[in-house]
């Protein structure tokens, strides 16, 4: 297997947490780190770490995913919020599916399958952005009445849990990424956002944020 780049070491940033959050759901967290990359097709490295994942990934050890601590960390969360696990699946369970029903996972390009290495191999939570389309730091906070989002016609319900720069909502936690902020073809920086739950410990935080960016880098 091809070994992946190591990125300058560099410590996650913590975003902020609105208090009412942090009061409700403690332990509740995003984390970011910012690497010089953006999509495109991915190199042959990250197409062979891929298909060595899919090679380790199969059916035993996608039944058995969302018992470990981590995945499991994300069901209990999800019930917390009012998403049925079973229907909306947490992102490592989403991704085992994927791996089940495709056969293999398929590279989708350099930001997809970067954060498909990361969740597979830590569990996390990660997604992604087009650095340079966020002000200022990410952070976690409810939906502000009638406040919209990018891409959708219709308001936020109120209360529901958003990711927000300083500015507007630019995704809704575990659902959908705003339209004008998701990594494209122009766009030269990549911000990754680890999701720490209860029971999601800071070193698996650490871990998703380095592999994400590892592959980012191939």
Do not use: N
Not at 72 to 91: C, E, K, Q
Not at 127 to 139: C, E, I, K, S, V
Not at 208 to 214: E, G, I, Q, V
């Amino acid at each position: 297997m091809a070994e992946l780049p190591q990125p300058q070491e560099a410590a996650p940033e913590p975003g902020w947490i609105a208090p009412e959050l942090a009061d409700e759901f403690p332990g509740l967290g995003i984390f970011t780190t910012t690497v010089d990359a953006a999509d495109g097709r991915s190199p042959e490295p990250l197409r062979e770490r891929l298909r060595d994942l899919s090679d380790r990934v199969a059916g035993q050890e996608a039944i058995l995913q969302r018992q470990r601590p981590i995945p499991w960390a994300y069901r209990v969360f999800f019930r917390h919020i009012g998403l049925d696990p079973d229907t909306t699946r947490t992102p490592p369970e989403e991704l085992m599916l994927a791996r089940i029903q495709g056969g293999r996972l398929r590279s989708s390009g350099r930001v997809a399958d970067a954060l498909a290495i990361a969740v597979a191999e830590s569990g996390v939570a990660v997604l992604a952005f087009d650095a340079d389309r966020l002000a200022g730091r990410l952070g976690l906070r409810t939906a502000a009445d009638g406040e919209r989002f990018a891409g959708r016609t219709t308001p936020l319900a109120p209360g529901t849990i958003v990711i927000a720069d300083e500015e507007r909502p630019v995704a809704i936690l575990f659902r959908a990424v705003a339209e004008g902020v998701e990594v494209g073809r122009g766009s030269s920086r990549t911000t990754l956002a680890a999701i720490r739950v209860k029971g999601v410990p800071d070193v698996a935080i650490e871990e998703a944020l380095w592999l994400a960016a590892s592959a980012m880098l191939a």
